[in-house]
């Protein structure tokens, strides 16, 4: 099966295209130091960096754009230590990733180092790539301040790592980061470039059409967001076996070495799920959008309504919030 155009597997609204806003899947810009809630967050929020582009166009062209579109400080994440997305996941990731000390890493589509920063206070040597600029800095200033010697974080593309050696990393991970780039093939291919003989690619990926939390939230915001332009190639093809093994297989990895697993993250949060889904509304892109395409169109309680009800019906905790998302755990070996 070739890469999906035009419709996609359950809809999404990753594509915009409310001007200005991130078109990409959770952690988008830092936003300005705030006082969190008593009991919510644990701490402040990095200081928000510079913009790296100016707000997208519906007119952008899909094909070679980039999907995540960190460019609004209103969208600020909620993506933060001690919320609801947090190093807890990238330690349950990298728990089952043999870490070694001077192990080489590239976390690609690092965001400001979720995964990366555990990876290298566990000895790893890594690089962490982001195509926004603000991660890359907000990054670097964790880097800092943790006194990290071995983690660097650099901005590009993961359609073209131009600055990367071929054969020059262990391990690649990509978690929730390369499965928001444009062009696909052109992601596994560079992905199989970079990686040394004998080394590994590890995505985590969200999986379209599934009951769990997060692919429900898409597909309820892409009832309320306009269809996506022609060509576009949806974010959550990656969660698709035949698509994996396919753009991998372009890339000169045989079936046989890619392998995949369903895991669970649980997001665990204080308040109860209506405030979760504020959260969502607030931080989360493909939420955002959703909103504001449902706002202009009187439909923003009815949105509001049916998320607070999903995410009441997956609630599993009795006083706080806990609902557990699936993802597709993609380990390609080199
Ligand atoms: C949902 S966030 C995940 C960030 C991080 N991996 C985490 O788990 O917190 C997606 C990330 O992918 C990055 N991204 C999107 N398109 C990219 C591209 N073409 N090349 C590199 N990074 C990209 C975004 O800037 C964003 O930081």
């Not at 130091?33 to 997208?56: L, N, Y």
């Not at 890493?105 to 290298?120: E, F, I, K, R, S």
């Not at 593309?157 to 262990?170: F, R, Y």
């Not at 509304?281 to 706002?295: D, H, L, Q």
């Amino acid at each position: 099966m070739g890469p999906v155009s035009g419709s996609q597997p359950n809809g999404d609204p990753y594509h915009g295209p409310v001007k200005g806003v991130n078109r990409g899947g959770g952690r988008a810009v830092p936003r300005a130091p705030m006082k969190a809630p008593a009991g919510r967050f644990s701490g402040t929020v990095e200081p928000m960096v510079e913009h790296r582009r100016p707000p997208a166009s519906p007119s952008d062209p899909p094909a070679g754009a980039p999907l995540f579109d960190p460019v609004d400080p209103a969208q600020a994440s909620a993506f933060d230590e001690g919320s609801w997305w947090s190093s807890r996941f990238a330690t349950l990731l990298l728990d089952r990733i043999p870490m070694r000390k001077g192990l080489r890493v590239l976390d690609l589509g690092c965001g400001d180092g979720t995964t990366a920063v555990p990876a290298a206070q566990l000895g790893a040597e890594v690089l962490g790539v982001d195509v926004a600029a603000n991660l890359v800095a907000a990054g670097n200033a964790r880097a800092q301040a943790l006194g990290l010697a071995n983690i660097r974080f650099q901005e590009g593309d993961a359609t073209d790592l131009n600055a990367l050696d071929d054969e020059s990393v262990d391990l690649v991970v990509s978690i929730f980061g390369a499965m928001f780039a444009p062009k696909p093939f052109d992601v596994a291919s560079e992905m199989v470039r970079v990686t040394k003989p004998g080394g590994r690619i590890v995505m985590g990926n969200w999986i379209p059409n599934d009951p769990t939390l997060v692919a429900q939230i898409l597909k309820i915001s892409a009832s309320y967001s306009p269809p996506p332009p022609e060509g576009f190639v949806s974010p959550m093809t990656w969660g698709m076996e035949d698509e994996v093994v396919e753009r991998f297989g372009a890339a000169g990895i045989p079936k046989e070495r890619i392998s995949f697993q369903r895991n669970t993250y649980t997001f665990h949060y204080p308040g109860s799920p209506a405030e979760l889904v504020a959260d969502f509304r607030t931080y989360y892109g493909p939420t955002m959008n959703a909103f504001a395409a449902a706002e202009a169109n009187g439909r923003a309680d009815e949105l509001q309504a049916e998320l607070e009800q999903l995410f009441e019906a997956q609630n599993t905790s009795e006083d706080a919030t806990s609902i557990p998302a699936t993802f597709l755990r993609v380990t390609v070996q080199r």
